[in-house]
């Protein structure tokens, strides 16, 4: 039995062997770094020393995850997004104390060694083999690169974190090998700038840049010597030496960084003393990540932005590869928001409705014949906090808002009336328009089964004297339900599902629209996007644009930078230019003379729809001038508030209108929008006024169920409708029939929600 030193430690025989053993160790190490294998490129995790022949030979630098900016339409800055927060900078734009003081403590013969300390080797596997683990690294920087290179890789898995960060004599070998090859290629410069970009100091600052930033509020280029030696000193425990959290720790840890690097004669002692009796001089500055953070309240564009990226095929092919790229950062997004539009739609918002009222309310304003998003707004802040909400209610589920849109009441009206117009109905058609009748039966669909008014379903107006004959004009401008219910019977379903298709108007949830005529009053569910940039359409003459909200995107990669592609605006043709100039007439006269007074713009031409549904759980106002469209709607985003006697804004109203709540807030939203813009006139076409109300019977048809004769158009609408002037007669509404209710799932955000009432 081999003999114990008085020490009790190993006896010369043991002492001897577990010698040679770690050389004959470090020398199988070195051989296999002398002679790497040939591989494909890769960073295969490898657990042992005996799969070091199969690590891949080459290791490619990944590209360091850093901050994203995004910018407006004029270069302001509106946030700063980032996984980590990292700003690259060259090796010049560093202090020279900070490059002293990290290869002071870090790895003091870094210039003197290759890739690899052979004697830090050989001391760390003597140290390893006798405790039984590996309780010593003396990795160089060139390694300390390589490992981060893996975490960076490895991202926010936790699986490949764990393998980057291993306690194993396979990782270790992994390292060796790859720092040979990092040596040769970069040089002691480029591997000193990499690494000062690539390490984490804490505080979640990621690279040197980050970190000067977050302690100091300067750039380290401008760091002093004292700290320098704190940064330096941070990373090989950021938790532990964090000055933050722990002044005391942090200094004593300065403080060794000082007197390693006057043991060097990076500086002389009396500087290091100096420097040592120096306050940490903390400036820290917390970080600003995110949409949360962006300036003039544009946090819910920001967002917006962010699911585009996130959604569009263009990004990438899966929704994973495109979230890689946005991790990753490193970009610059220019945005087509307009800050003096959002400005304005902000301003407007806050002196309308207040963050804790009730209700909420958002608008969004867009660029007719462009598809450009220019402001996007809401009264209830972005956040997580008391009157805060996460849900963008401006757009539809996919993109962040609410799970089904907003019942938009007569809003919904114009696609109606352009759909009629389009397929040749005249603007001065007449219906008899009764204050209350049944929905239609049956109706033409685009499929093979027509609408069936099976539950007696009934519209009705709201006032009992709103009752017809009326024509189109004035049918809009006083925004008469039951006038619109018989021009969708008239035409059919189907040519206004397929207006509402190439206006791309999708109900929230992304789902098309249903084949009912409660559409005509509103009683499914959309966006203020939606609304905002179908009635664009209306302003840029019969040209629908798909809405973009990013102008370009520049990517850095390295000291390189390159342009990403963005998604453009695709326009076609929706309506012809006379049905488009004829709407724009009739909506032009709902703010000259009908429901939307309270909207107008006094210095230029505007034309706008007002709409409020049942029980008044939402409210509209959507209108335009010819350069510019806006959606405004205010309601409950849960569905469960009904506005009768209600206070918004420190305003008390009886009876919420659209003309009434939101028509106001679209008017200021508007104008501020429009200060120092051109002012064109709308192309119209002439309307007769509607001097007399007629009979209502217009032109004979055909006859229907009960064989009367039929208004203008004739057929079904000529049977059903001729001469009910007054609600009397064919299929006349009926006391306690029940009033259109779509089957709107319960679901956060978004209940159930009745049809349109008429303003």
């Known amino acids: 039995m081999p003999k114990k030193r008085s020490g009790g430690g190993l006896s010369a025989t043991q002492s001897a062997a577990k010698f040679l053993g770690v050389s004959v160790l470090a020398g199988a190490v070195m051989a296999g770094i002398a002679l790497p294998a040939a591989g494909a490129l890769g960073l295969a995790a490898k657990g042992s020393v005996q799969g070091f022949d199969e690590i891949p030979a080459n290791l490619k630098s990944p590209q360091l995850s850093q901050r994203t900016t995004i910018l407006d339409s004029r270069g302001n800055q509106i946030a700063s997004v980032y996984s980590r927060d990292r700003t690259v900078v060259e090796l010049k734009d560093i202090s020279p104390y900070m490059q002293k003081s990290i290869v002071a403590i870090e790895d003091s013969r870094f210039y003197q060694h290759g890739a690899i300390d052979l004697k830090g080797v050989l001391r760390a596997l003597n140290k390893n083999a006798q405790s039984g683990g590996v309780a010593q690294g003396a990795s160089t920087l060139t390694q300390q690169l390589v490992k981060n290179y893996f975490i960076e890789e490895a991202g926010d898995d936790p699986t490949k974190v764990a ?15 790859y720092a040979i090859q990092i040596e040769e290629k970069l040089g002691k410069k480029k591997i000193l700038e990499n690494y000062l970009n690539i390490t984490f100091f804490g505080e979640q600052a990621y690279g040197i840049e980050a970190a000067a930033q977050r302690y100091f ?17 941070i990373v090989q425990s950021p938790s532990r030496y964090d000055p933050v959290n722990d002044e005391a720790e942090a200094t004593k840890r300065r403080n060794t960084v000082l007197q390693r690097m006057a043991e060097l004669g990076d500086i002389s002692q009396a500087e290091a003393d100096r420097a040592g009796q120096e306050p940490l001089g903390l ?80 608008t969004t304003l867009v660029q007719p014949g462009t598809g450009k998003v220019l402001a996007m707004g809401q009264s209830k802040p972005f956040g997580y906090a008391k009157d805060e909400t996460e849900y963008n209610f401006s757009v539809d589920r996919d993109l962040g808002g609410s799970n089904f849109g907003f019942p938009t009441g007569s809003t919904f009206k114009p696609f109606v009336a352009a759909a009629a117009i389009e397929g040749g109905k005249p603007p001065t058609q007449a219906y008899s328009a009764p204050y209350k009748m049944n929905y239609p039966s049956p109706i033409q669909s685009c499929g093979a089964t027509p609408y069936r008014n099976t539950d007696n379903e009934t519209a009705e107006n709201e006032n009992e004297s709103e009752k017809g004959p009326y024509r189109m004009k004035e049918a809009m401008a006083k925004s008469v339900n039951t006038y619109f219910v018989q021009l969708i019977a008239d035409i059919g379903l189907c040519p206004v599902v397929k207006m509402a298709d190439k206006l791309h108007v999708v109900q929230g949830d992304g789902s098309k629209l249903p084949q009912t005529p409660s559409i005509a009053l509103g009683a499914i569910g959309l966006s203020p996007l939606t609304m905002a940039n179908a009635y664009a359409t209306f302003a840029a003459r019969g040209m629908y644009c798909t809405p973009v909200a990013i102008e370009s995107i520049t990517e850095r990669s390295g000291d390189e930078e390159k342009s990403l592609p963005v998604p453009k605006s695709t326009c076609s043709r929706a309506m012809s230019q006379k049905t488009a100039d004829t709407v724009n007439t009739l909506l032009r006269d709902v703010i000259d003379s009908g429901t939307g007074q309270e909207a107008g713009l006094n210095d230029r031409d505007s034309a706008g729809k007002t709409g409020t549904t049942d029980e008044r759980k939402n409210a509209w106002f959507v209108g335009y001038t010819p350069n510019m469209s806006g959606a405004v709607w205010v309601g409950s985003a849960r569905q469960d508030v009904q506005m009768n006697n209600i206070t918004i804004g420190g305003t008390f109203h009886p009876l919420v209108f659209g003309g009434g709540v939101p028509g106001p807030i679209w008017r200021d939203a508007m104008s501020g929008a429009l200060v120092g813009k051109d002012a064109p006139d709308f192309s119209t076409v002439d309307i007769p006024d509607d001097e007399e109300k007629g009979d209502g019977r217009g032109d004979k048809g055909d006859g229907g169920d009960d064989g009367r004769q039929g208004t203008p158009g004739g057929g079904l609408i000529g049977g059903l409708f001729g001469g009910l002037t007054g609600g009397n007669g064919g299929n006349g509404g009926r006391p306690g029939a029940v009033k259109p209710k779509p089957k709107v799932p319960g679901n956060l955000v978004q209940g159930n929600a009745n049809g349109g009432r008429r303003n």
């Open 163 to 177: 393998q980057a960060t291993q306690q194993t004599l396979g990782r270790k070998v992994r390292e060796l090998k």
């Open 217 to 233: 509020s300067k750039h380290a280029k401008d760091l002093n010597l004292q700290e320098s030696a704190l940064l330096a000193g």
């Open 283 to 362: 400036r820290v500055s917390h970080p600003k990540n995110g949409c949360i953070t962006a300036t003039r309240d544009s946090a819910f564009f920001c967002k917006y932005v962010e699911n585009v990226f996130l959604t569009d095929p263009v990004f990438g092919k899966s929704r994973e590869e495109r979230a890689k790229v946005w991790n990753k950062g490193g970009l610059t997004i220019r945005t087509t928001l307009d800050p003096q539009a959002q400005k304005s739609v902000q301003d407007s918002l806050k002196e309308h409705v207040y963050k804790s009222d009730s209700v909420a309310a958002a």
